[in-house]
């Protein structure tokens, strides 16, 4: 009779680390709802039958907040590419998930950066989150995807 092997998979460290750049798909994915919650939130007259009328007369951080969300629907397909791509290319996952981390926080600051009218700050960070897309599609090319 043969022995089956019945302990769970392990996954070897650089599978664990690619964790990461997974979890950062996951959080660009969500970062576009977020802003167009933080444009609608707490607003009396705020009308559900036509969100993107209602956001287009918007003023101010809300107006900010929703031009947020459309950036990082924008965002979201590159970065995402590059990951995938990077990932499939089997580049270093510790250096694909340094730069996915990056690319995030890069997000979140961009945000930030927009909802306090920092607009040549916002330019920056966007920037830097733009630099680290471009390194995993530089990265992807250079390792050949199979």
Known sequence: MTRVNRSPVRLNVKEKSMKLSILALLVAGVLPVVCAG???AGFHRYDNRDPRAWLARQTGFRARANAAQANSF????FFASGVLLALLAKVDPGLIDGLAVA??????AYIGCYLAN???????VWTLGYGCVIALHV???RAGVA
């Open 139 to 141: 990265l992807a090319l």
């Open 74 to 77: 924008e965002a979201f397909p």
């Open 38 to 40: 933080i444009a609608k």
């Open 103 to 108: 690319f995030m926080l890069a997000r979140l």
């Open 118 to 124: 920092q607009a040549s700050l916002r330019t920056l």
